[in-house]
């Protein structure tokens, strides 16, 4: 397969979009394909969970809407609008506060070729809210007394550039100034060349360590998913267990999560949605659904569905799983390029809304939790594909918080999702 080197340089940057796994095989025009009906509602899922919070910008209760039937009826056409005009095949979207009522639909279709519709019970890759799972382990040792959030990762990886200076609070915040591997010009062509093969976290590192540090610790932030490539090798070597094991264990089984995995092939899950990517050379659509995900590892491998998500939305964002020590440390934001957007250890925080959202070649999604109304917002699609250099999960949360929280849109202005730094293939 051939790609453009337009397609290079977005995907090859260091940055696609706030949050957001860089997924090198994702860009291209939007679809064209016109949106089905929506299918019915699905009454699923459970309410956040109650705890600490960012002090940034927080709702009043009564600014989050009861969720009626007229407002539902508002939800669907922004929804379709969004989906309309930039050719989303299908969507999922959760939306509940406590005493406000629950708005859960399906749109769109989960498999082009059948035509079966998408559903809210159907796996999804969630790409870069991985990195909320990651770092939850990463706590949780942290809370055991095992590591310390301001060790130097030298004490736990060999051969880091810089590792005596960075910590995990570094790699954790996107501070550490290292190379983002995804942004290598080898490691492009050996994924784009076979989107099947396996890599280990050791070949995903040789291809960030060739490079030198961009800055020193602390001084910047740079979304990067070699830091969390490292972070995962630290959970492995403290715990002594391989991560996927670990999470399941420590993260997945404590939270409830029955419907949320770690692969460790490229096996998906049924029932799932597939998922489609354009290959920007030839502009033809790809069904990417079984490609490998090892490449995004700790940083962005993993699979749930709405069910899950609408409960990790708020188990993450409350601290459910740590201590309020270190849950304030971790809601602890640094500042970013970003307007009204700042980066906690694993977590952002945009204009109030708290969570993750993430990216993997054919699938997109966003978890995220305002904390007064005690407020969660999921969006699951299978798609990738940038419309005006917009994330799609982008303008889905957009286009709902603008109803139902005008305070607090989530937003992530285009200028956040152009390359950051030039593609390592210009020439």
């Known amino acids: ?36 009906a929506p299918g019915p509602y699905a009454a699923i899922g459970q309410p956040a969970v109650p705890g600490p919070y960012l002090a940034a910008a927080p709702a009043a209760q009564g600014d989050f809407p009861e969720l009626t039937p007229a407002v539902a009826e508002r939800l669907d056409k922004a929804i379709q609008d969004v989906m309309k005009e930039a050719g989303v095949p299908g969507v999922t ?26 559903r809210p019970n159907l796996f999804m890759r969630i790409g870069s809210e991985t990195k909320t799972f990651t770092v939850t382990a990463l706590l ?24 005596d200076r960075i910590t995990l609070r570094n790699l954790a915040s996107m501070r550490s100034g290292l190379f983002n591997y995804s942004a290598d010009e080898d490691f492009y062509k050996a994924l784009t060349q076979n989107p099947d093969r396996p890599f280990t976290p050791r070949e995903l590192l040789d291809f960030a360590f060739k490079h030198p540090i961009q800055f020193q610790p602390g001084a910047e ?11 995962g090798l630290v959970v492995e070597k403290v715990s002594g267990t391989p991560l996927h094991e670990f999470i399941q264990k420590n993260v997945l089984d404590r939270a409830g999560l029955d419907h949320t995995v770690f692969p460790t092939d ?17 502009g033809q659509v790809e069904d990417a659904t079984d490609w490998n995900p090892s490449w995004a590892w700790a940083a962005g491998a993993m699979i749930s569905n709405l069910q899950d998500l609408r409960t990790w939305a708020g188990v993450v964002a409350t601290g459910t799983l740590l201590t309020p020590k270190t849950q304030a440390e971790r809601l602890k934001v640094y500042p970013t390029d970003i307007p009204g957007a700042g980066y906690g250890l694993g977590i952002f925080n945009i204009q109030g809304w708290i969570g993750h959202n993430g990216s993997l070649p054919g699938y997109e999604s966003l978890t995220i939790y305002l904390p007064e109304p005690r407020a969660t917002l999921v969006v699951l699609l299978n798609t990738d594909t940038l419309h005006d250099d ?21 937003d992530i202005p285009v200028t956040a999702a152009a390359p950051s730094s030039p593609s390592p293939s210009k020439n």
């Open 1 to 36: 397969m051939r790609y453009s080197r337009t397609c290079r340089r977005r995907l090859c940057a260091g940055i696609a979009a706030f949050g957001i796994l860089v997924a090198p095989l994702g860009a291209g025009a939007a679809l064209a394909a016109e949106p089905p």
């Open 93 to 118: 979207v959760g939306l509940s506060a406590p005493g406000k009522g629950t708005y859960i639909r399906s749109f769109g279709v989960a498999d082009k070729e059948t035509g079966q519709s998408m």
């Open 140 to 163: 949780e040792l942290v809370d055991q007394g095992k590591v310390s959030i301001d060790d130097p990762i030298s004490r736990y990886v060999d051969g880091v550039p810089n590792g």
């Open 221 to 231: 932030f740079d979304y990067c998913n070699t830091n969390l490539i490292l972070l």
């Open 266 to 282: 490229a096996t998906i899950p049924n029932p799932h949605a597939h998922g489609y990517t354009v290959q920007t050379a030839s």
């Open 390 to 410: 917009n994330e799609p999960s982008t303008l889905f949360g957009q286009a709902i918080t603008r109803i139902v929280t005008p305070d607090h849109v989530f």
